[in-house]
Every structure is written in C-alpha cells, then in structure tokens.
C-alpha cells in the first residue's frame, strides 16, 4: 500500500516538474529567438555578393544572432516584409515599385527596424526624395578616393557601439554624410576623418523617425570594412538594436 501511495505521489510530482519545464519554455522571451533579417543588395560599384551576400551574412548568423536571407532582387522586399524582424539594405540599385516604397514606409511605422548600409545611404534615387529626407536624414553625394581613414566613436554608451573600441583605423570610401536640415533628425555614434583633411564626417548614425529604429553605417566597401571586428561588431549590435534587442 505504502509503496503504492509513493508511486503515486513520485508520477504527480513529475507531472508537475513537466508541466513546469514546458510553461517555462513557452514563455522564453522572444529577444532570444533568432532575429529575422531580409538584406537587399545589388548595384554597381560593389562585390555585393561578396561582401554583403557572404561575409555579413556570415557575421550576423554567428552564435544564432539572426537568419538572414539575401537578395539582389527589389521585386522580392514586398513579399518578404510581414516575415521579417529587420530590413537591411545595401543596395544602391532601383526600388521602382511604387507599392514597395510604401511598403518600406508601412514597415518602420509598425515599428520594424531598419539598418541602412554604406551604398544605400547615397543619393540613389532622385524620383524618389522621400527616402533619403526621412529615413536616412540626409545622404552622401560624394566621398574621397578609396583610401585610410580613422573613424571615432563619439558616443560610446549607446547600444550601437557597444564593445567598439573608441578609434579604429580602416582603409574605405570615405563618405561624405550630411545631415539634411528638413529631414528626420539623425544622432551621430561615430565619424570618419582623413588624415589629410581636417573635415569629419559622420559615420555611424541613428535616424531619429519617430516609429521605428534606423541605423545608418557609411563603411562597407570591401574586405578592408567587412572583415575587421569593428565594423562586424557594429553590424550585429546595428542589427539587435533596430530589431528591439
């Protein structure tokens, strides 16, 4: 009888101890799952497949930060945004679809997050003014030859830059990112300067568009930016921030 009564009591107490462990894993909290990336690339001037198809793919799928899907096609943005976490695009190619434009914009007012790469924060798209006005707040119209530069963080507590260290030296195209008055504000992480220039540039931006999180990076030419740890660091920590992390 005795023995019994203990089987019992031992089969309800791993019953509870189950019920426990699967209430606890159901309530894991979603800044641990995966975040879900869409980057766009595509153009001309840059090994897009290299360097934003391959090694920042592989940047940001490290230790399970995020799954990244790729595309140098616009067409497909439409599709793939009520899937996705956080846009990324680098592509200095057309988004000509009127319905994807608006689609971008539907996507930072639910509050998504966007990170804006070296290529697209040009002034790519003249038809198009609205893009750079309010989700870059500004743009590049020109950089130096590619060549050395230093960049340094100028604001060292901000999630962006965390583990960045406060200079790094990289050889890119220098961009030169100006702020537009009339645009949606944008708080500068980080600038570049030249040796040669007493000029300083932003480099690492946040967009300050009232619903959403925008990051924008001005490096990211070629293996001289992609590849180092700053620039792969500021990516994944881009990356979580935008997504709410």
Do not use: C
Not at 146 to 153: A, E, K, M, R
Not at 227 to 235: D, E, K
């Amino acid at each position: 009888m005795i023995h019994s009564i203990f089987k019992t009591v031992f089969a309800l107490a791993m019953l509870v101890a189950l019920t426990f462990v699967n209430n606890a894993q159901a309530n894991v909290p979603a800044k641990n799952k995966a975040i879900r990336v869409l980057l766009v690339g595509g153009g001309s001037s840059h090994d897009f497949d290299k360097w934003y198809k391959q090694e920042d793919v592989q940047t940001l799928q490290k230790d399970g930060l995020a799954t990244v899907e790729y595309t140098s096609d616009p067409t497909t943005i439409l599709s793939k945004l009520p899937e996705i976490d956080v846009l990324l695009l680098a592509n200095n190619q057309p988004i000509a679809n009127a319905a994807t434009r608006k689609a971008i914009f539907d996507f930072v007012e639910a509050g998504k997050g966007l990170v804006l790469a070296h290529p697209a924060l040009w002034y790519n798209w003249a038809d198009w003014p609205e893009y750079n006005q309010k989700l870059v707040g500004g743009g590049s119209k020109g950089h130096d030859k590619y060549g050395p530069f230093d960049v340094t963080v100028t604001n060292k507590k901000h999630p962006v830059t965390k583990n960045v260290p406060a200079q790094f030296h990289l050889d890119d195209e220098l961009y030169y990112l100006i702020a537009d008055p009339s645009g949606s504000p944008i708080e500068v992480l980080a600038t570049a300067k030249a040796a040669n220039s007493d000029k300083v540039f932003p480099s690492i931006v946040i967009v300050k568009y009232p619903k959403s999180r925008i990051v924008g990076i001005a490096l990211g030419h070629d293996a001289a930016s992609h590849t180092i740890a700053p620039y792969q660091t500021i990516l994944r920590n881009a990356v979580k921030w935008a997504a709410g992390k």
